[in-house]
C-alpha cells in the first residue's frame, strides 16, 4: 500500500515527557550598535592570552579533544585542594547541571529549588523524567530555605540552591547555606549553583582557609564540610568565555562517576580547556575586570533607583527589577534607549551589569521617559500624547 503523501504530524511521535517542556529561550539579541544586556555575559572581549592559548590550538581541529579534560582538571583539583576525580567539566555549567540530575534523580523523584530561579532547571529535570518542585522566593527575592526544607519529601534526590540567584541578585549567607545543608537529608544532593560567585562580596566564612579568593566561596567550604554537597562554577560570566562553553562540578565521588557516565562524550573541545586553563593564569586581570563589572552594578542598581524602579541589591553581575505589571513599559523604554534586558513579562526585567557606556545608556534610556518631567523630551511626549 503506498504511505499517505501527508503523513499524520505526529507521526514519528515523540517523547511525551516533552511536551511539558519549552525550549530554551536565548536572551533576546541586540540590533547593531545597542547595548546587549540580557545574558548576563562579560563587557569585555577575551584576554589577549586566552585568544593566544585558542589561536594555538586551532591547528589540531581535525583531532577530538582529551575527553578526560587532565590538564584544566588538574589546575582546579590543585586550586581547590580536592581530588581530581572529583572534578568534572562540561560544556558550560548548565551541562553539569543537567549531568548531576541524570546522576541522582529519574521517573517518579522530585528536584527541589526556588523560583524564580535559573531558567534552565525546570527544563533539565523533566527532560530527566523527575519533577520540578519550585519554592516561591521570599518577599525580599530570596530564597526561602525553610519552605524548600518543608518542600522535600522520600522523593527528593536533589535541590539546587542558585546563589546568588539568578535573576534576583540576592544570595543566601553562608551560616544560613550552613544551617540549610545540614538539614537537608544526607541521602540528597545539595547542588550550589555558583555561577556568579565571583560578584558576591559576602559568599564567604569569614573563618574559612583562603577566605580573600574570590572563587572560593560558601560552596566549596560546605563540601569540604558535608557528604552530599556539590558545587557548580563557570568560566562563562565572569570569566568572559561564554561563547566557549567550559564549566565544572565539584561532587561526591560517587556522583562525579555516575556524571561520566551520562556525559555526551566530547563535550568539552580542546579549545575551550586551553582558553580555561589561559584563565587561570590570567586571574589578576581577570579580578580588576570583575571589580570594574562590580562597580557598573552598583551604579545601575543606584540609576534606576534614582529613576524611580524598585531595583533589588545584587550581588552578581546583573540587576533584578521586579517591576510586575510594569516590566513591558520598561522594557519598552530600555529598547527605545538602545538597551536590550531580559523581561520576564508581568514579572520584571534583568538587566545585566555592562560596560560603564552601556549604564550610562541605561541611564539616558529611563531619563527620556514621560515619567521623568525634568527631561527635555518628556514634555514633548506629553504633547504628542495629549
Ligand atoms: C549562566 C548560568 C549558568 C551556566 O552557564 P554556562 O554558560 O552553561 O556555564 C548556570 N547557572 C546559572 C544560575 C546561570 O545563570
Given at each position: ?18 511536551d ?7 536572551g ?9 544586556l ?5 563587557p569585555h572581549p577575551?584576554?589577549p ?7 594555538d ?10 575527553m ?15 581530588d ?12 553539569l ?5 541524570h ?16 531558567e534552565a ?9 523527575a519533577t ?7 518577599a525580599?527575592h530570596?530564597?526561602d530555605?525553610d519552605?524548600?526544607?518543608a518542600a ?22 553562608p ?14 544532593l545539595?547542588?550550589?549553583d ?5 560578584f558576591?562580596?559576602s ?21 569540604r ?6 558545587v557548580?562554577?563557570?568560566?562563562s ?16 565521588s560517587?556522583v562525579?562517576?555516575a556524571?561520566r557516565?551520562?556525559a555526551v562524550?566530547?563535550g ?19 579580578a ?14 543606584d ?12 550581588e ?11 516590566s513591558?513599559?520598561?522594557?519598552g523604554?530600555?529598547?527605545d ?7 520576564f ?18 541611564a539616558a534610556?529611563l531619563?527620556?521617559?514621560t ?14 500624547t495629549?
Amino acid at each position: 500500500m503506498p504511505l499517505p503523501v501527508t503523513p499524520p504530524a505526529e507521526i514519528p511521535p515523540t517523547n511525551p515527557r516533552l511536551d511539558a517542556v519549552p525550549a530554551y529561550r536565548q536572551g533576546r539579541s541586540a540590533p547593531a550598535g545597542a547595548s546587549k544586556l540580557s545574558s548576563n555575559e562579560s563587557p569585555h572581549p577575551p584576554l589577549p592570552s586566552v585568544v593566544s592559548a585558542v589561536a594555538d590550538r586551532l591547528g589540531s581541529l581535525h583531532r577530538y579533544p582529551q575527553m578526560a579534560a587532565p590538564e584544566i582538571i588538574g589546575r582546579l583539583a590543585e586550586r581547590y585542594r580536592v581530588d581530581p576525580a572529583l572534578v568534572t567539566v562540561g560544556a558550560g555549567s548548565v551541562e553539569l547541571a543537567s549531568q548531576l540530575i541524570h546522576a541522582v534523580a529519574g521517573e517518579g523523584d522530585e528536584v527541589v529549588f526556588a523560583w524564580r530561579s535559573f531558567e534552565a532547571y525546570p527544563s533539565l529535570v523533566r527532560i530527566a523524567g523527575a519533577t520540578p518542585v519550585m519554592v516561591p522566593l521570599d518577599a525580599e527575592h530570596r530564597h526561602d530555605l525553610d519552605a524548600m526544607l518543608a518542600a522535600i519529601t522520600e522523593r527528593t534526590r536533589l535541590v539546587f540552591v542558585c546563589n546568588p540567584n539568578n535573576p534576583t541578585g540576592t544570595v543566601v549567607g553562608p551560616e544560613e547555606l550552613e544551617r540549610f545543608v545540614a538539614a537537608v537529608p544526607r541521602d540528597v544532593l545539595v547542588v550550589i549553583d555558583e555561577a556568579y560567585v565571583h560578584f558576591d562580596g559576602s559568599a564567604y566564612f569569614a573563618d574559612a582557609p583562603g577566605a580573600t579568593d574570590p572563587e572560593r566561596g560558601a560552596g566549596l567550604e560546605l563540601f569540604r564540610r558535608h557528604p552530599h554537597v556539590a558545587v557548580l562554577h563557570t568560566f562563562s560570566k565572569a570569566y568572559g568565555l561564554a561563547g566557549l562553553r567550559i564549566g565544572y562540578a565539584i561532587a561526591p565521588s560517587a556522583v562525579a562517576a555516575a556524571q561520566r557516565k551520562v556525559a555526551v562524550p566530547f563535550g568539552v573541545t580542546d579549545l575551550a580547556q586551553a582558553a580555561a586553563v589561559a584563565s587561570l593564569d590570567a586571574q589578576d586581570e581577570l579580578a580588576v575586570r570583575i571589580a570594574e563589572v562590580t562597580a557598573e552594578r552598583d551604579r545601575l542598581h543606584d540609576v534606576l533607583i534614582d529613576a524611580g524602579w524598585p531595583a533589588v541589591r545584587s550581588e552578581a553581575n546583573f540587576v533584578w527589577i521586579p517591576a510586575g505589571e510594569r516590566s513591558a513599559e520598561l522594557d519598552g523604554l530600555l529598547h527605545d534607549g538602545g538597551v536590550v534586558a531580559r523581561t520576564f513579562p508581568g514579572e520584571g526585567v534583568r538587566i545585566s551589569a555592562g560596560s560603564a557606556q552601556d549604564v550610562d545608556r541605561v541611564a539616558a534610556a529611563l531619563a527620556a521617559s514621560t515619567r521623568n518631567p525634568a527631561h527635555p523630551t518628556a514634555a514633548v511626549r506629553e504633547e504628542a500624547t495629549a
